[in-house]
């Protein structure tokens, strides 16, 4: 009744900001996505009759913070007659900074726990349960291109392109290690709630969404770089306009950006996303990757660079 997953983080081209429904977690658009290789949570599941109540163990500490989240979730996939749960989890990045944790968090967890269960579930219904705990671990069930379609009662998601189809290499700046201010969840709702700019960006999705899709299935970097930023910096644009403003960004941020253009205008294949956090993520064709990540390291403010391949989607690595 124990089993481990792994799962890697995504990176959003075409960003998820805002639901549709709030208690059932539904995305308002949809969205695209690249899986990571390099970074990577592993959970452990094991129920047991013996357990009075769920325990989680983050990075060896104990975290009753995320408890109820887990426990939500464990709840989705095996019941809430379920028995007790004792969840370990480990990773090789920093935590709820803006590097889509929860969302390889999340999608390891709904793999080891189904299979703990005892249950063959397959990809789909369980990206589904992982976009209820949260809307970006969805695409971490998959690999390579990730695409998700937010219909009205429920998400579809598919990988478009394999890892190996269009090998891009992405370059992680770390700007800042601690934990965001506002959760990526609230921060959406407020978003919603209170930016003027909010309908237009949700207007504007399945015509970005179709682009970066085109792009991708033709391999055109130019134009997935365009799409992409053009995407992100209209997600922060609504955050910014939100009452009270959501500013994710620090100068080593800005200062990223300017490096990322400086290359562009160079020629570089290169282009910037950022997610809920200060860090900024240059995505660039692999024979840039060495240049990109010593422009980044170069910049005032960058704590350290990371730098990862595309890879596979969540996968059960041992079950007994
Ligand atoms: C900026 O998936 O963390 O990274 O569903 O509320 O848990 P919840 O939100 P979450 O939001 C991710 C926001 C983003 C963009 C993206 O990954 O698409």
Redesign the pocket.
């Known amino acids: 009744m124990r089993a481990d997953a792994q799962a890697q983080p995504n990176i959003?081209l075409i960003?998820?900001?805002g639901k549709r429904d709030i208690d059932e977690?539904l995305p308002a658009a949809g969205?695209l996505?690249v899986t990571l290789d390099s970074l990577w949570t592993r959970m452990s599941v094991e129920f047991s009759d013996a357990l009075r109540g769920d325990e989680l163990v983050v990075n060896a500490a104990s975290d009753e913070k995320m408890l109820p989240r887990i426990s939500a979730c464990l709840d989705r996939v095996a019941g809430t007659d379920r028995p007790r749960a004792s969840i370990e989890s480990k990773g090789n990045f920093p935590i709820a900074a803006g590097l889509?944790s929860?969302?390889s968090a999340f999608a390891a967890l709904v793999v080891a726990a189904s299979t703990a269960a005892g249950q063959e579930s397959n990809t789909l219904s369980l990206a589904r349960i992982a976009g209820a705990a949260?809307?970006?671990?969805a695409r971490s069930l998959f690999g390579g291109f990730v695409e998700l379609q937010a219909g009205d009662t429920n998400i579809d998601v598919e990988t478009i392109a394999e890892a190996g189809d269009w090998p891009l290499t992405v370059v992680i700046a770390i700007t800042e290690e601690g934990v965001k201010p506002v959760g990526?969840?609230e921060a959406?709702n407020r978003s919603a709630a209170s930016s003027p700019f909010y309908s237009s960006w949700l207007e504007q999705q399945p015509a970005d969404l179709q682009s970066a899709r085109d792009a991708v299935l033709q391999k055109d970097f130019a134009r997935l770089a365009a799409v992409a930023e053009h995407n992100c910096l209209k997600m922060h644009s609504v955050m910014w306009a939100s009452r009270p403003p959501i500013v994710y960004w620090n100068i080593a941020t800005l200062s990223c950006m300017e490096a990322v253009r400086r290359l562009q205008n160079e020629g570089h294949a290169v282009f910037f996303t950022i997610?809920?956090g200060p860090q900024l993520k240059a995505i660039c064709l692999p024979d840039e990757a060495r240049l990109v990540r010593s422009a980044l390291d170069n910049c005032a403010g960058v704590v350290r660079t990371m730098v990862s391949g595309l890879g596979a989607g969540a996968t059960l690595l041992e079950s007994t």
């Open positions: 959003a960003k998820y900001w977690n969205s996505s889509a929860s969302a949260s809307g970006s671990a990526s969840g959406m997610d809920a």
